[in-house]
């Protein structure tokens, strides 16, 4: 079941809902693994696919709401609550600290499944957008001490001849390390090279007119 | 001398107009100015207590024939209660100068000792009122001391107790003092009566927290949230295994073997649910008990036999020490037996995990007092953190379990007037213990 291309993790004491939960989930083809306790649930060794949380709230090693505020600094899958009896300042409290939503037993399966559906598909793109970070990341690694002096200038917009004369090297020279860093960057363009800054938050610390 | 929460658990017909049901232990001072009003209280009042079955006692300013012949018009088959003295009637100039040598606490033990007299020979409770009359002139703060030591003395018993003061011969002053040395004032407005609005305020507040103490439940805030809780858990299992079942079977092509599991898981669900339901209902049922004089040894042996399996599956030995010749007590045998099921089977599920001692089962049964028969079964368990808790409805420490087995347990043992309570042991393990009231000697 963990071999999907994603994972529903169910954290609820009671067997008779973790059961039910995951042979709903099944029927609606969507894989998932229960846990009784929140220690299982953090010792469990996650796969690496998008992923969410159905967590009941009343657990009994730990409050649910509790768990979330542990978990909450690392990373962690989309959290949807679920409760017996949803009260509106513990629902507040889940939503404000991140979580999907707030389901109170008994839901129905469209309620469910929608929500489901939402939370991997929030993951999912999380994860788009941490890959592309990290791929961008590695290649700004990649890059010579002086082609990180020189990315920040180009990406300010200065003339070669301003960013030259900025570092005290010649303009051939800095034309030389801004080829290198466009095709270690991989970027298209001078506009693709700046949206690029800007996702790894290199400041653009220059003006052409200072 | 015992005391016990019984005689407040449930309420009884005042049977005064205008006034509906009261605790047991209640000490009212009535107010009367005619004739009139006496005999439209006081034959309601006694009819109440006659239907119930409480044994009366009357004091009363009229000649004991006129009593009788007033009350007579509302109770049919007064004569036979008469003859059997389940109604007594006295009148008053005779019965205060009978009294009137004895002091404050001698006249309180003489009310405390009718009521355990009342409840052996199997009696609801005592029901009296007393006409002050022919008191009040002669010694007027002996009888407020009298008065205010039978509200302490009647607390928590299953007293009624009725004072008559004629309003004309008291002054302002002395109705204050009748009305706070008792714990409320009955006066008549228009045709009905009404306990003194004043006081009753209090009246309702002390009677609630004694409500209260007496059942030991949960408020009935925490109580609704947990039946909500734990009606909801299996609900919300059954919704979601129908919801799946539903697309197993519109699947193509459908899934019928999972489709048949999970309507399997339904029914169980559904079932457990409806469980909790019968388990509130048994917790506070007013059921008729279908009682029978019964000798607890035999209850504790036929139990022991009925258990022999999951007693030897506990790998627990039991041991019984049981009290010869124990007297009877009028109960209801299957209920019984079920509270000591109960009890067993808690302390061999508890012991599940004892490993450094044998696991021993002790059930005692034992006299208590010349009222009661005492069970105790003691295990060699952990033991309890908070005994009380225990009773909590849905409280408990086993996986599989709803937690209401004691709190029914005891709600039994209320219904048939004992109590049920749980001690730490001071090795290893509790003991859970209860009473119940002995049959009376004529019906041994």
């Known amino acids: ?210 | 001398m015992m005391s016990d929460d019984r005689s407040i658990t449930d309420l009884t017909k005042y049977g005064i107009p205008g006034i509906d049901k009261v605790p047991f232990g209640i000490h009212v001072c009535h107010f009367y100015r005619v004739r009139e009003d006496l005999v439209d209280a006081l034959v309601p009042y006694f009819a109440a207590g006659l239907s119930n079955n409480e044994n009366c006692v009357w004091v009363t300013p009229f000649s004991t024939d006129e009593a009788a012949a007033a009350l007579g018009r509302l109770q049919v088959g007064l004569d036979a209660m008469l003859d059997n003295g389940q109604m007594q009637i006295f009148d008053a100039k005779t019965w205060h100068a009978t009294t009137s040598g004895m002091d404050e606490n001698a006249a309180v033990q003489f009310w405390l000792h009718e009521e355990e007299k009342a409840l052996s020979k199997g009696y609801q409770g005592l029901r009296s009122a007393v006409d002050t009359s022919f008191l009040y002139a002669d010694d007027w703060d002996t009888l407020m001391d009298y008065e205010g030591a039978v509200s302490d003395a009647i607390r928590d018993r299953r007293i009624l107790m009725l004072c008559s003061y004629d309003a004309q011969k008291c002054q302002a002053t002395s109705v204050l003092e009748a009305v706070r040395t008792h714990q409320h004032a009955l006066d008549r407005r228009d045709l009905n009566w009404e306990i003194d609005s004043l006081i009753r305020e209090e009246a309702l507040r002390t009677m609630r927290a004694r409500l209260e103490h007496a059942t030991q439940l949960a408020t009935v805030a925490e109580l609704s949230a947990a039946i909500a809780h734990e009606i909801n858990q299996p609900l919300a299992a059954v919704v979601a295994n129908a919801s799946a079942c539903l697309r197993w079977l519109s699947a193509a092509p459908p899934n019928l073997e999972r489709a048949r599991l999970t309507a399997e898981r339904m029914v169980r669900d559904a079932n457990s649910a409806s469980e909790v339901v019968n388990g509130v209902r048994a917790l506070f049922k007013q059921s008729t008990l279908a009682t029978t004089p019964l000798n607890l040894n035999e209850v504790i042996e036929e139990v022991r036999q009925l258990m022999l399996d999951e007693v030897s599956e506990g790998n627990v030995s039991i041991e019984t020490d049981l009290e010869r010749d124990l007297p009877r007590t009028l109960a209801d045998r299957v209920q019984i037996q079920q509270v000591i099921v109960n009890l067993v089977r808690n302390g061999i599920e508890a012991m599940e995990a004892t490993t450094h001692v044998p696991k021993l089962l002790s059930i005692r049964s034992r006299r208590e007092g010349i009222h009661y028969v005492r069970v105790e079964v003691c295990d060699r368990a952990s033991g309890l953190q908070d005994p009380e808790n225990a009773f909590k409805p849905f409280f408990t420490t086993k996986k599989a379990g709803m937690g209401m087995g004691l709190a029914i347990c005891r709600s039994i043992i209320e219904a048939h007037r004992g109590r049920l309570w749980a001690t730490q042991n001071e090795g290893w393990g509790a003991t859970f213990c209860f009473t119940l009231p002995i049959l009376s000697s004529g019906l041994q």
């Open chain 1, 1 to 210: 079941m963990t071999s999907a291309d994603h994972l529903v993790l169910i954290v609820d004491d009671d067997y008779r809902v973790r059961e039910a939960l995951q042979e709903l989930l099944a029927a609606a083809t969507l894989s998932s693994v229960a846990f009784e306790s929140a220690g299982e649930y953090i010792a469990y060794p996650k796969p690496d696919v998008p992923a969410c949380l159905l967590l009941d709230v009343e657990l009994p090693d730990i409050n649910g709401l509790d768990l979330q505020r542990q978990i909450g600094d690392g990373y962690h899958p989309p959290i949807i609550f679920i409760t017996g009896h949803g009260n509106i300042p513990s629902s507040v409290r889940a939503i404000k600290a991140g979580a999907l939503d707030f389901l109170t037993k008994p839901f129905s399966d469209e309620e469910l499944l929608t929500l489901v559906h939402a939370a991997l598909a929030q993951d999912r793109e999380r994860r788009v957008k941490q890959a592309d970070l990290d791929r961008l990341k590695q290649r700004f690694q990649s890059l010579t001490p002086r082609e990180r002096e020189v990315l920040p200038l180009v990406v300010s917009g200065l003339l070669n001849k301003q960013a030259a004369a900025h570092l005290g090297i010649s303009e051939v020279t800095l034309q030389i390390h801004r080829a290198n860093v466009m095709r270690k960057m991989e970027a298209d363009s001078l506009a693709d090279l700046v949206r690029m800054a800007g996702s790894l938050d290199i400041p653009a610390s220059h003006s052409r007119h200072a």
